[in-house]
């Protein structure tokens, strides 16, 4: 059990008279009721004193018998020492209020918690550790400086203490950090497949054996089989380890025209899934007539470069013939049936290896995505601009970036470097 804030240490001396705690080092305590004195639990005390801590304020643990009845008691014996329960998140908010984290670290906190797969957990880490702070933190000090030259060659150009070029001193910079994040933006989302999983969608037309090839892929039934078309008309998603990564498996409802207005929209939803997805598996089998594979792929507009087309039900010794108009496209040919599904993970293990692979920053989330797209729209604008609407586009941008981080006073950073001006104002 975690407390923290002012009251902290005085409630460990309650429930432990005679304690005297030192800061980081456990303590052997019997925990009892200030009250009634009646024995609570018998653990261990750690102190941790503001702004040393994980909060930044005073903390205290206490590692205790954790049971249901233990936590009850000293629920009810807090409380009664004016305590109250923490909010879910509220040691973490506390902490980034106290400057002891920003948000993407919070971000990494919480993506470490909930990591689930080795790249994940490696990601989390870098995050919490402070990547991607560093990282906006060297962009904010580049774009403010550029800013404050931008500043001066706007208001004081008669001034002679400012030199002349000022202004053509600040789109140096500004254009090396945009083609930064340009090459960050146009990372084929590998920190967001890390965290998020791979996302790969099932499509093809009805009765191909998709359904078939998602449970294989899987491993358990968990989308429904059967000889009738449209069987499948929600999305089915199943998640999967693979080498330390994530797969998020997506099986579809057949894309075929329709009247029933329920298995329309299964379709639509298909053709949806398929377009966020990063990696789309065509399935097609003897059966299904190659014109409407074609459609699906071409007019469409579907098929991206790498994607996979499945020829199934190899089993039967049918040829599915030549598909056209797919270049670009990775073909396999299996049973989903037999359970002989042609080498489709490695062909998904190689993806990953091939999206997954990189260190150092990397977007883990639409909301880094966002703010920097907008970052870097500003910057591109100014770069085009003159000295007052670029100095105003920067701004833009580094209100973008300090969204990401969850904090930063522009005009209060201006106002510093502005004082190095020595304008003599
Ligand atoms: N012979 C053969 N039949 C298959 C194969 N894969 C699926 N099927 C059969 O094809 C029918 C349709 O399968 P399903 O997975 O529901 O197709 P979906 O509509 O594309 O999801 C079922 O009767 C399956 O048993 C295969 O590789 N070989
Ligand atoms: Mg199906």
């Known amino acids: 059990m975690r407390l923290s804030g002012p009251a902290a240490i005085a409630a ?7 304690l005297e705690p030192r800061p980081r080092v456990a303590h052997r305590v019997r925990l009892a009721d200030p009250a009634t004195g009646a024995p609570l639990d018998d653990g261990l005390a750690l102190v941790f004193a503001g702004p040393a801590s994980f909060t930044g304020e005073d903390v205290v643990e206490l590692h205790l018998h954790g049971s249901p009845a233990v936590l009850e008691r000293l629920f009810t014996v807090l409380a009664g020492l004016g305590l109250k329960p923490a909010r879910a998140g509220e040691f973490t ?8 984290m920003d948000l993407t670290e919070a971000e990494g906190l919480a993506d470490l918690i909930e990591a689930d797969s080795d790249s994940q957990r490696l990601q989390a880490l870098e995050q919490m550790g402070g990547a991607w702070a560093r990282g906006i933190a060297g962009w904010q000090a580049r774009l403010l400086d550029a800013l404050a030259w931008l500043e001066a060659a706007i208001d004081f150009t008669d001034e002679e203490d400012v030199p002349a070029d000022v202004a053509a001193r600040a789109y140096g910079p500004v254009a090396a950090v945009a083609a930064e994040m340009a090459g960050l933006l146009a990372d084929g989302r590998r920190g967001e497949i890390i965290r998020d999983g791979l996302r790969v969608a099932i ?44 797969v998020v498996l997506s099986d579809t409802a057949g894309l075929r025209p329709s009247d029933d207005p329920i298995e329309a929209e299964g379709v639509r939803r298909a053709r949806a899934r398929a377009g966020e997805a990063d990696l789309r598996v065509f399935v097609v089998a003897p059966a299904s007539p190659d014109s ?60 990953l290896a091939d999206r997954g692979a990189g260190a150092g920053v ?21 770069l085009e601009a003159t000295p007052d609407l670029a100095a105003e586009d920067l701004r833009l941008a580094l209100r973008a970036l300090a969204r990401i981080v969850g904090r930063f006073d522009v005009e209060a950073v201006l106002d510093r470097i502005f004082a190095a001006f020595c304008i003599g104002k």
């Open 93 to 100: 908010r506390r902490a980034f209020a106290n400057g002891k």
């Open 203 to 246: 499509v093809g037309p009805p009765n191909v054996g998709k359904s078939t090839l998602l449970n294989v892929l899987a491993g358990r039934e968990a989308a429904i089989v059967s000889a009738i078309p449209g069987t499948t008309r929600d999305i089915v998603e199943v998640r999967l380890a693979l080498d330390g990564y994530v």
């Open 292 to 351: 409407g594979l074609r459609v699906g792929l071409e007019t469409d507009g579907l098929a991206q470069p790498g994607d996979i087309v499945f020829r199934n039900k190899a089993d039967l010794g049918v040829n599915a013939g030549e598909l056209e108009g797919t270049e670009g496209l990775v073909r396999l040919t299996g049973s989903a049936l037999t359970g002989d599904i042609g080498g489709l993970l490695e062909a998904l293990r190689a993806r």
């Open 12 to 18: 460990l001396a309650r429930l432990a008279p005679g």
């Open 362 to 382: 990397l977007i883990t989330r639409a909301r880094h995505r966002e703010a920097l797209g907008e970052a870097w729209g500003a910057l591109q604008r100014s």
